[in-house]
């Protein structure tokens, strides 16, 4: 598979090896269907167009695998095609954000590429916003609510007011990976929000040196 991938990474579109890598993507093993999943991203960032759409036609359908690798690479997957690929997996991409796994939390990093025009997708960011974590689970390990704060950052500009509540209130969580990932996403819906920026601000003196470091980039490359 990999030398196909060369080959139309190197030269002109084959249909013939780009269908060869299709049938890839439904082997009977795991790994090289997930491993199908990468390099199809990558010729769809390549060539773009009809080949993109016939990509994300194929990385709809390994969302619905039995594997939560491949669904996982697939999902990571949207992530690398434009926002109108991700346009067209949209419906499938919220239903897996219900997995509440890492398949989720990569669905949500595709969503949030949608920027101004995901408003129909925003439902689904709240509620996963409200997802508890698992008991036992650590404050920095990853969540999803701490992916849709991310994503709401981005997508909540189609509809500011309607996010901005459950984002402020999200932003005094007693989780502090969460809280200042709900500042920042208020603060860029809201330039003029106090509270988030001093939210960050008491963050960016953390004693937590990612918590620091986080704030600091934040606050020196958002005006």
Not at 15 to 35: G, P, W
Not at 99 to 115: K, Q, Y
Not at 155 to 174: D, F, I, R
Request: a positive charge; charged letters at 25%.
């Amino acid at each position: 598979m990999r030398e196909a991938e060369e080959r139309l990474l190197g030269g002109q579109f084959s249909d013939k090896t780009f269908n060869a890598i299709v049938r890839y993507s439904r082997s009977s093993r795991e790994v090289t269907r997930a491993n199908a999943c990468a390099s199809l991203a990558v010729i769809a960032r390549r060539y773009g167009g009809e080949v993109e759409t016939r990509v994300t036609s194929v990385l709809i359908k390994a969302l619905s695998d039995s594997s939560q690798a491949v669904r996982r690479t697939a999902a990571e997957s949207f992530s690398e095609l434009s926002p109108t690929a991700i346009k067209q997996g949209e419906k499938t991409l919220v239903e897996v954000l219900r997995e509440g796994n890492d398949v989720s939390w990569f669905a949500t990093d595709a969503l949030a590429r949608l920027g101004k025009d995901g408003t129909a997708v925003l439902p689904a960011l709240l509620k996963a916003l409200e997802t508890t974590p698992p008991a036992g689970v650590q404050d920095e390990a990853p969540q999803l609510r701490i992916y849709a704060a991310t994503a709401l950052g981005q997508v909540g500009v189609s509809a500011p007011e309607t996010v901005l509540p459950a984002l402020k209130k999200a932003m005094t969580n007693q989780n502090p990976f969460f809280a200042i990932e709900a500042a920042k996403a208020v603060r860029m819906l809201d330039r003029t929000n106090a509270e988030s920026l001093a939210i960050i601000r008491e963050f960016a003196n953390s004693p937590r040196s990612s918590l620091r470091n986080d704030a600091n980039h934040f606050l020196k490359t958002t005006k």
